[in-house]
């Protein structure tokens, strides 16, 4: 306890609750001003600051783990594959790759889900287990393609993504209700 100006006793605060007390005051201020915002600049702010978001999340990610892109080399141009085999190679090499292609990997996936999420809510005015399913869609699909899974039939792996992310997301929203 330190003495204060007039003699009354107050507590000193603890600089980490400080900057947290800083930190939500800056976040409600901030939500506040996107919510008087039109649904464009709300939704591309919201894009925006998810999707950088994400590309930090999947740098840290792909320097927590090695560059395994090297553990599935690339096969040569003349190689007959089976083009399911091809595709799944892909997907193991999408999913492998280092800091910059798992931060551009997880800036799509959460900046496409959070800018979907964000519309879906202003429109229906709820945010609900089909609204979330979605953006998962949307977040999937777009995933697929900047992953660049699917050779031979590029509609059918986006659709395919974009089904299994709403999938796993209906179900995380059913059970987390």
Do not use: H
Not at 98 to 126: D, E, H, W, Y
Not at 139 to 153: H, K
């Amino acid at each position: 306890m330190e003495e204060g100006k007039q003699g009354v006793m107050v507590a000193a605060q603890n600089p980490i609750a400080q900057l947290q007390a800083r930190f939500k005051d800056f976040e409600n201020g901030f939500r506040a001003w996107l919510a008087k915002q039109s649904l464009p600049v709300e939704a591309a702010v919201v894009t925006a600051t998810s999707a950088a978001q994400g590309a930090a999340i999947g740098a840290f990610m792909g320097t927590l783990t090695n560059d395994a892109t090297s553990a599935f080399p690339t096969p040569p141009p003349q190689a007959n594959l089976n083009p399911q085999a091809m595709a799944s190679f892909k997907q193991a090499q999408a999913l492998a790759g280092g800091p910059l292609v798992q931060a551009s990997n997880f800036a799509v996936m959460t900046g496409v889900n959070a800018g979907i999420s964000c519309v879906m809510k202003r429109i229906r005015g709820k945010e609900d287990v089909q609204s979330s399913m979605v953006a998962a869609f949307g977040s999937g699909a777009m995933f697929s393609l900047v992953s660049g899974m699917g050779d031979q039939n590029q509609a059918a792996y986006v659709i395919s993504s974009g089904l299994f992310f709403a999938l796993i997301q209906g179900g995380i929203f059913q059970v987390s209700n």
